[in-house]
């Protein structure tokens, strides 16, 4: 069949399927609404004002010293991070790829060690660094004796993004590595080559695009990062802070569209380099499995240095983790050790928890299914559905990946609080729980879609292909036959979307309203006036909530995934 004529048969069958019509028409309005618009009004704030197309507002915050020296600032400590982050992910992943370990704890602890940072705030490891660290650190205070020692500014920042982001890389790199052919580097070993050689001359070439892509994904999730440099920052403003300082504090709106915008491009310039240049060559590079099994490095020369290493390292993130259910066990933090409840009673009954949970956990739950829904849907427009608005679609929800949370907050309410829904349609959207739900379910749908795609790949057109040929429609089709194949993604993408609703700060603390308390927003807020203890009462409670969340997905998944049909119908 003729290219054209293809062409044309798919069209008719899209025209005659008014659900699927339906449904792409108002997957394209909520992705121009919700994403497109807001960035489009951020850039008209900048660019435009009384006297029209203008730069005034540009030069006026480029003569701002502060808003120069946090451009700096920002990109300082994306380099160090990203680079940092890289090595350390790179070090875990040949560890578990390459290394015997002698115990299968290593590999649990591995795993625990990637998985924390998903599972808790933000902000937590930023709380852990100043009790440890701070004035009034156990570790500084207490052991070494230091009495005057700050935290606050380039180095603690740094500090925890790493050990906040390097799981990322450490997840990412695993798979490059467990794709690579063992026979090269045997080749190589065979011809008389070191295992140093081996891995400059063999296995790093073959990961290197692989290695720029973890960088980039970790310089953009350390830019964009807002929480930890609030907390830790102290006087080292990044742009994230500078942004939200100037709306909040300079009520500066249209310096701080000006500023989002200067984020946004670092971000968007970056993401289109790791997105269409470094994740392809990558795949490019290592494609399918290996064809064989590794022979694991057994050489205690090798694997002594390399596991302790490691296992200091794990050990000390856990260290971290652990200090916050402690902080608010203890009566005051660096001068009390006694153990104390009180804190948590306080949460309840002073600064009213009950609200800040209830509400937090409604509009994640509400967010939640919508999100791995609209992800589900996505991916199979995407994967499986041939028609013009395809590749709209997809850029645009995984544009908001490269969104940083700060620049979203600033778009929603420069464009919902005014600009052309502010005084007509959606006037009453802002300031209510709807936009938060909104926001929760836009900064989830990248995530959610990536793995939608992924699974949907992996299903023969044939199963659906036979369907639509007895007569189902694509919304029947979707229901039956494509949503239980790939029931276990879209489990995966409703706990996933709950827990980064619920743990999310960035762009939430710019839109939330005195009517909303949510939990994120009062630990930024306990820890920024040194309330430690409350602040590490609602982290507490937050993370129990969060990793019982994944706990339950994995044992949903396990007993009542698709893995686990196809193995009770063998």
Known sequence: MAKGQSASLDRKKLLGDPVLVTTIVLLIVFLTVFILYPLAILLVDSFVNESGLTLETFKRIMGLSNFRKSITNTLKVGFVVGIASTLIGLLFAYVEEYVKLRTKFMGGLFKLVSMLPVVSPPFVLSLSMIML??????????????????VYGFWGIAIVQTLTFFPVCYMMLKGLLKNIDPSLEEAARDMGASRF???????????????????LVTFIES?????????????????????????????????????????????????VVQKYYLERKSTATLSGKASRERMLITDKSVTIPLTVLCSALALFVILMYVCVPFGAMFKTWGYDFHLTFKWFGLVFTKYKGFKAFKDSFILSLISA????????????????????????????????????????????IRGFSGGLFGSGLLQGLYGTGAILVIVFIVRSLPTGTRSGISALRQIDKSIEESAYDMGADSFRVFMTVTLPLIKDSFLSGF????????????????????????????????????????????????????????????????????????????
């Open 197 to 215: 050689k081996v891995f400059m001359t063999v296995t790093f070439p073959l990961i290197l695009p692989g290695l720029g892509n973890a960088f």
């Open 133 to 150: 660290f701070g004035k009034a650190g156990i570790i500084t205070r207490f052991l070494l004796k230091i009495y005057d020692n700050s």
């Open 495 to 570: 706990v996933t979307s709950f827990v980064r609703s619920i743990t999310a700060i960035s762009a939430i603390i710019l839109l939330v309203t005195p009517s909303y308390l949510l939990i994120t927003v009062q630990i930024n807020e306990f820890a920024e006036k040194g309330s430690y203890g409350i602040a590490c009462a609602f982290a507490t409670i937050l993370i129990v909530i969060t990793y019982g969340s994944v706990l339950l997905m994995n044992f949903m998944i396990k007993h009542f995934g698709t893995s686990r049909q196809i193995k009770a119908k063998e």
């Open 223 to 271: 830019i964009a990062d807002f929480a930890n440099p609030m907390i830790i920052g102290g006087s080292y403003d990044t742009l994230a802070t500078t942004i939200y300082l100037q709306i909040t504090g300079a009520y500066d709106k249209q310096g701080a569209a000006a500023m989002a915008v200067v984020l946004l491009m670092i971000t968007l310039l970056m993401f």
């Open 369 to 412: 299914p919508i999100t791995a829904l609209l992800s589900m849907i996505i991916s199979y427009l995407v994967v499986k559905r041939k028609f013009k608005g395809k590749g709209f679609i997809e850029a645009v929800s995984m544009l908001a990946m490269a969104v940083p949370g700060t620049v979203l907050g600033i778009g929603y």
